[in-house]
């Protein structure tokens, strides 16, 4: 006799109370999983009628000797918490299964069965194929990684990369070089009804989108070659004084200005190397200057030149003695000449070189300024003692020389700018 409680299959008499097949359209027809996928029949059920899965919480999937004793509904339910809460969450993943299991053991189960069981070496190989082709050209075509190859970031504080509008994890600035050409591509779609002009409308806006991109970085590229950066925050002096080179002339200045449009097609290197050899060529040519002007004179051996040398030194350095004994006898002649109207008068000699310009600046004589002088300073005194007096100045003074004499006596500390 049956024992209360327990599932039999109608077909082979198997217990099915864990797992059973229960046929929708027949009464009473539960079949076991293996008469079920054999395809019996019996009585009206055919194998074709729609079946419902019964599980009685017993099943297990990997059999009565896997560890922990999991059902089945247990493994739906662990598998439902894996895509839900993600790899790793097992404490989620165990409250999702049920408070029988702790987060350990379902860490445990899912590696063990699901990883490392023969699951998990069915559905992950050993060695993943590669089934992508590389397409890119290492050669800087429109592919080529160095688009993409980001350079190191710039060694500035974050002051300086403010100021920049500098991003330094994105090796980007705020305004880059055509700032709009992301609209190219920005709304491109590729669509399966696209006629083949279309496809390569589309293809050209790729293309140009490209060329800005190399444009952008050709740019940084030069910037960073150059220490264009550095220059901009004043760093490159710092840098010059701690390294100095020779000194660089003026006209290697002005020539650098005038050749700068080429540092856009060479490198830094490669720029500071011609300018090294045109200094080099200079010096060569005013060597070979140097000696064809020994070789007219006669020189052919390198002892000679010494000595030609100190004899043209001599010679210059007497020309620059005559030059300048000529120029200061020039100037003596010519500030005796400056005084020649009134140096034959009588005062003459009591004037000062000052007064000596002032009067033959005025055509004053000596006498007729010196009596004005004393009249000036005598007035001056009385009026700083408190007594009253006339002013006594000669009829061939007019308002011109006496405002002239003034200020020059008040310049020169003989009176106070008040009486002036």
């Given at each position: 006799?049956?024992?209360?409680?327990?599932?039999?299959?109608?077909?082979?008499?198997?217990?099915?109370?864990?797992?059973?097949?229960?046929?929708?359209?027949?009464?009473?027809?539960?079949?076991?999983?293996?008469?079920?996928?054999?395809?019996?029949?019996?009585?009206?059920?055919?194998?074709?009628?729609?079946?419902?899965?019964?599980?009685?919480?017993?099943?297990?999937?990997?059999?009565?000797?896997?560890?922990?004793?999991?059902?089945?509904?247990?493994?739906?339910?662990?598998?439902?918490?894996?895509?839900?809460?993600?790899?790793?969450?097992?404490?989620?993943?165990?409250?999702?299964?049920?408070?029988?299991?702790?987060?350990?053991?379902?860490m445990e189960h899912y590696v063990s069965m699901y990883?490392?069981?023969?699951?998990?070496?069915?559905?992950?190989?050993?060695?993943?194929?590669?089934?992508?082709?590389?397409?890119?050209?290492?050669?800087?075509?429109?592919?080529?990684?160095?688009?993409?190859?980001?350079?190191?970031?710039?060694?500035?504080?974050?002051?300086?990369?403010?100021?920049?509008?500098?991003?330094?994890?994105?090796?980007?600035?705020?305004?880059?070089?055509?700032?709009?050409?992301?609209?190219?591509?920005?709304?491109?779609?590729?669509?399966?009804?696209?006629?083949?002009?279309?496809?390569?409308?589309?293809?050209?806006?790729?293309?140009?989108?490209?060329?800005?991109?190399?444009?952008?970085?050709?740019?940084?590229?030069?910037?960073?070659?150059?220490?264009?950066?550095?220059?901009?925050?004043?760093?490159?002096?710092?840098?010059?004084?701690?390294?100095?080179?020779?000194?660089?002339?003026?006209?290697?200045?002005?020539?650098?200005?005038?050749?700068?449009?080429?540092?856009?097609?060479?490198?830094?290197?490669?720029?500071?190397d011609f300018f090294e050899n045109m200094h080099k060529?200079?010096?060569?040519?005013?060597?070979?200057?140097?000696?064809?002007?020994?070789?007219?004179?006669?020189?052919?051996?390198?002892?000679?030149?010494?000595?030609?040398?100190?004899?043209?030194?001599?010679?210059?350095?007497?020309?620059?003695?005559?030059?300048?004994?000529?120029?200061?006898?020039?100037?003596?002649?010519?500030?005796?000449?400056?005084?020649?109207?009134?140096?034959?008068?009588?005062?003459?000699?009591?004037?000062?070189?000052?007064?000596?310009?002032?009067?033959?600046?005025?055509?004053?004589?000596?006498?007729?300024?010196?009596?004005?002088?004393?009249?000036?300073?005598?007035?001056?005194?009385?009026?700083?003692?408190?007594?009253?007096?006339?002013?006594?100045?000669?009829?061939?003074?007019?308002?011109?020389?006496?405002?002239?004499?003034?200020?020059?006596?008040?310049?020169?500390?003989?009176?106070?700018?008040?009486?002036?």
């Amino acid at each position: 006799m049956a024992e209360l409680g327990k599932k039999y299959c109608v077909y082979c008499l198997a217990e099915v109370s864990p797992l059973r097949f229960r046929c929708t359209e027949c009464a009473d027809i539960e079949l076991c999983p293996e008469c079920f996928s054999a395809g019996a029949e019996i009585g009206p059920h055919r194998r074709w009628h729609g079946y419902q899965l019964v599980d009685g919480g017993r099943f297990t999937l990997w059999g009565a000797e896997a560890e922990g004793g999991w059902s089945s509904r247990e493994e739906q339910l662990l598998l439902d918490a894996i895509e839900q809460f993600g790899f790793g969450n097992w404490d989620d993943m165990a409250a999702h299964v049920g408070a029988s299991r702790t987060p350990q053991e379902v860490m445990e189960h899912y590696v063990s069965m699901y990883i490392h069981g023969n699951l998990g070496k069915a559905c992950i190989p050993d060695t993943i194929p590669n089934r992508v082709t590389d397409h890119t050209c290492p050669s800087g075509g429109p592919l080529s990684p160095s688009l993409t190859t980001p350079l190191p970031p710039l060694d500035i504080s974050v002051a300086e990369q403010q100021q920049l509008g500098y991003m330094p994890l994105r090796d980007d600035y705020e305004i880059e070089y055509d700032q709009d050409a992301e609209t190219l591509i920005s709304g491109l779609s590729v669509n399966y009804d696209d006629d083949d002009v279309e496809i390569e409308l589309k293809r050209a806006h790729v293309d140009m989108y490209v060329r800005k991109l190399k444009e952008r970085q050709r740019r940084k590229n030069i910037a960073r070659d150059y220490n264009l950066v550095p220059a901009f925050l004043g760093k490159d002096k710092k840098d010059k004084e701690k390294t100095p080179k020779r000194k660089i002339t003026k006209e290697e200045k002005e020539l650098r200005l005038k050749l700068r449009p080429l540092y856009q097609f060479m490198s830094c290197k490669e720029f500071e190397d011609f300018f090294e050899n045109m200094h080099k060529e200079r010096i060569l040519r005013a060597k070979i200057r140097e000696l064809q002007r020994y070789r007219r004179n006669g020189i052919t051996k390198m002892e000679e030149s010494a000595e030609y040398e100190a004899a043209r030194h001599k010679r210059e350095k007497r020309k620059e003695n005559k030059n300048i004994a000529s120029s200061k006898r020039g100037k003596e002649e010519g500030k005796e000449g400056e005084f020649a109207a009134i140096e034959n008068l009588p005062g003459f000699e009591l004037l000062s070189d000052r007064e000596k310009v002032l009067c033959s600046s005025l055509n004053l004589s000596p006498a007729r300024y010196v009596t004005v002088k004393t009249i000036i300073i005598k007035d001056h005194l009385q009026k700083r003692q408190g007594i009253p007096s006339k002013s006594r100045l000669p009829s061939y003074l007019d308002k011109v020389l006496k405002k002239r004499i003034l200020n020059f006596l008040t310049e020169s500390g003989w009176i106070s700018r008040d009486a002036s």
